[in-house]
């Protein structure tokens, strides 16, 4: 069975904008960039990490018909509203459905919101 390569971005729009966002962690609010989405991705963390360059890219990439991707904001629908990034789709973060996610499983995935979480 394929699965769906899914990656997380979660301090990408705090880079963008300001203001809160989704639920808030433990740790704080700053993530450190990962290198690139294999550094990011440990035992522990089924989840890898892009860094902003390399979702731009891969947003060049899509744009261009080379990939297919799919990016979702998990920030709060007030924040969304405010600015986020081009071609985004909101989701609410404890609430997505199989009904919001693309059906073509080759679609990458890229998550976001204001802060680690």
Known sequence: ?????????????????????????????????????????????????????ELVAKMAEAKAGTLKLAVFDNNGRDTFNQGHLPGATWVQYDEIKPSDLPTDKDTQLVFYCYNEH
């Open 1 to 53: 069975m394929r699965t769906r390569p899914t990656l997380s971005l979660c301090w990408a729009l705090g880079l963008l904008l300001l203001g809160g966002g989704c639920q808030k962690s433990d740790q704080g609010s700053k993530a450190k960039p990962a290198e690139s989405i294999a550094e990011a991705a440990s035992p522990q963390e089924a989840f890898g990490r892009l860094t902003v360059d």
